[in-house]
Structures are given as C-alpha cells and as structure tokens.
C-alpha cells in the first residue's frame, strides 16, 4: 500500500490537487493507496504526552508502518513545510523508519524550492526514512482552479510515482518484509 499524506489545512490547497494527482496515478497503475488528509482528519498538537493516544494519530502512525512509500503533500509557509506536517510526524515519530518518502510541495513562488530540505534531513537522520531524490515543486500558476494545469509539473508528478515505485518495489522484494530497510 502507498499511503499519500496531505497535509494542507486549507480549503482550495494546491498541494491537495498534487495529492489527488498522484492518487490517480497509483489508482491507474492498480496500486492499493490510502490518503490520510490532514483537513479531514485532524490530529492533536504533539503535547508530548496524551497526544500519541488520538485514535486520529494512531490511525496515521499505522498507515506510515504499513505503508510501501509515503507521498507527502504539502503547502509552503515562510520557507518550510506547514506546521500541520511537522506536527504529523512529531506524533506519529518512530512509524517513519525506513520509509521510502516522496516530496510533492505547493508554494507561492520560486524562492522556496530548497523548502523541502528540513523535512527531508529530518526524516533522513532521525528516522533513516530514504527520500526519493526527485520532488515536485509547483507554484501558483501551475494550476487552474482545482486543476493541474502545467504540463511540465505533470511530467514531474509522472516521473515522481514512477521513481517512487521503483524504489519501493526493490526494497519491498530485495530488503526486507515492511520494507523497513534500517533493519539490516
């Protein structure tokens, strides 16, 4: 199962359509994928304690275990990924090992293309996630409503699962069951 987090709070978000995106691309390719939308199912702020107990947060730390690969959409604020994610994988925290973790991020201009960097470092020295070298990084006019409307970023959400794929299904068959490749 390759499990797509979404993880925008906002109504009309972008990175949600890059979320769908990718959905449908698994669901052509006969993919079994869950979507864990952040907006839809909210989870506590990590307080440290009570919080890991949330059967929301329960829920998510099992989808990211059982999952192939992880997809994560985001939107960009000041430079990072929004708080919402950062918060998601505080909670769920040891759920992401070993993981195979796709970036796909919506930002309101070009300057922000390096934003995926924190996450990314963070998942890789805390959690040995292995990220997908190769993100999708789309802008506003990349989109027309709730479309996709840039060719060139569907050419990039393509290679995306592609790459993903590959990676996912070697580990899965060549690693490790759970293909939690930190064990070895």
Known sequence: MHLI???????TSRSRIL???????????????EVFDLSSRVLP???????????????????????????IASPVYNYDV???LKNAIELTGKAWTG??????????????YMSAMGVANSLMLDFRCLIVPRFVYATGESFEGDQLADEDIARRVDLLVAESLRI??????????????DER
């Open 99 to 112: 993981k195979v973790v796709s970036l796909m991020l919506a930002a309101g201009g070009q300057g922000s």
């Open 45 to 71: 702020p990590c307080d440290g304690a009570t919080a890991y107990g949330h059967e929301q947060v329960i829920a998510l730390a099992d989808l990211i275990k059982e999952a192939d690969s992880v997809f």
């Open 5 to 11: 987090l979404s993880s925008s709070l906002h109504p």
């Open 19 to 33: 979320a769908r995106e990718v959905a449908q691309r698994l669901i052509d390719g006969n993919r079994p994928v």
């Open 82 to 84: 929004n708080a919402a």
């Open 168 to 181: 996912s299904d070697a580990l899965r068959v060549a690693v490790l069951p759970n293909n939690r490749f």
